[in-house]
């Protein structure tokens, strides 16, 4: 498990810690399944979003097609909290789990279609776990 300290907020003065699990194209480009994320208390999805975004946006060291193809992956990423869908607006409380799950098959896929790859997502991330 990787660990890295980010502070995304710093209006506030406590931190917290987040559980991020990488699923498909996310796993290989930050080359690890999970990671421990440290935040600024108050924390939402989606400022955990920007600064794992810069993270890679900074890996691709000006190649426009690569930043191009790095935008139209994370805009289209399926975010769970805790085991549930979530938004980027949902604040996060230390020791929460955020699942990031990328589009299976180009993200054209029904929002129904979705949430069911979010779930079997999950549903193989616990059995894996508890191996």
């Known amino acids: 498990m990787a660990e890295v300290c980010v502070y995304a907020c710093y209006r506030y003065s406590e931190s917290m810690r987040v559980m991020v699990l990488y699923f498909g194209v996310l796993r290989d480009r930050f080359g690890a399944s ?7 208390d ?3 999805v989606g400022d955990l979003l920007s600064i ?3 993270r ?5 060291m000006g190649n426009a097609a690569e930043r191009s193809l790095d935008e139209r992956l994370w805009r ?9 869908y979530s938004s980027q607006h949902a604040v996060l ?4 789990e955020v699942a990031l799950l990328p589009p299976v098959s180009g993200g054209c896929c029904a929002h129904g ?19």
Request: proline fraction near 0%.
């Open 34 to 40: 999970d990671e421990a994320v440290e935040l600024a």
């Open 42 to 44: 108050g924390a939402a």
């Open 52 to 54: 794992l975004l810069r």
């Open 56 to 60: 890679t946006s900074n890996n691709s």
């Open 76 to 84: 289209s990423l399926a975010v769970a909290v805790n085991q549930e």
């Open 93 to 96: 409380r230390d020791g929460d």
């Open 113 to 131: 279609a979705k949430l069911a790859s979010l779930a079997s997502a999950l549903d193989n991330r616990r059995d894996w776990t508890s191996c």
